[in-house]
């Protein structure tokens, strides 16, 4: 069964410098990799995704991350954050052909002015 | 439109009491979902439904029951309220196995 890891739980960050979020997982097989942002009181949004092709994804609001299948990463980065980026932010896993979503604990990232 | 509906998205009942929580997608997925999220924000999996079939049951409570009427709609049906089922629980679907999930708002439910 595969497992997913965030490195930080909480990451404060001033507005305007690069972030960056940790996330490990585990699996035995073939993997498609997620992470997801949740605004306060609201469901989960989509950032970006990794199915396959290229290890480099970009995303929605400037974020992209990077797949390193040897050390079996997948963390997010933007260059340059804004105060609207405060918000969770959940790594996610699923085996391919599984119907299953196994979830992170979550990044809280603050930014400040 | 939204993707993903949910309803209610609060709701508050007593101990002991029996809730349900609706859910709708019209993005033409054939897989549904319930996750519970709770007040650490830890999201989990409870069940998982293919072309109305019940795929996952990751041991939840028997008091909780899922129902599919058809590919759209996926709705949890909650019997004997009990105050460790406080928690947002959120629906969700997915185009294929393995797929991004999205996600409704959610429904925040509070045992008292």
């Known amino acids: 069964a595969q497992s997913v890891t965030q490195l930080d739980s909480q990451v404060p960050v001033f507005e305007e410098a690069p972030v960056e979020l940790r996330c490990n997982y585990s699996?035995?097989?073939?993997?498609?990799l997620f992470w997801y942002v949740q605004y306060p009181n609201q469901g989960l949004q989509l950032l970006l995704k990794y199915l396959s092709g290229s290890t480099l994804v970009k995303g929605i609001n400037g974020f992209e991350a990077e797949f390193n299948k040897s050390q079996t990463s997948f963390h997010l980065r933007k260059p340059s954050v804004h105060i609207s980026d405060t918000a969770e932010y959940f790594c996610?896993?699923?085996?391919?052909?599984?119907?299953?979503?196994?979830f992170g604990a979550g990044t809280t990232v603050t930014v400040r002015a | 439109d939204t993707a993903v509906s949910q309803t209610p998205k609060y709701l508050v009942t007593q101990m002991g009491n029996d809730k349900s929580i609706k859910c709708e997608q019209n993005?033409?997925?054939?897989?549904m979902y319930w996750y519970k999220q709770d007040s650490k924000k830890f999201l989990k999996i409870m069940f998982s439904y293919n072309n109305k079939e019940l795929i996952i049951n990751e041991t939840v409570p028997n008091r909780f029951s899922p129902k599919s009427p058809d590919k759209a709609h996926l709705n949890l049906h909650i019997n004997s309220l009990e105050l460790g089922d406080s928690a947002v629980y959120f629906c969700?679907?997915?185009?294929?196995?393995?797929?991004?999930?999205?996600f409704g708002q959610g429904t925040r439910l509070t045992v008292v």
């Open positions: 996610a896993v699923s085996e391919v052909n599984d119907y299953k979503l196994s």
């Open positions: 699996s035995s097989v073939s993997v498609y």
């Open positions: 969700a679907s997915s185009q294929f196995a393995g797929a991004e999930a999205f």
């Open positions: 993005l033409g997925h054939d897989t």
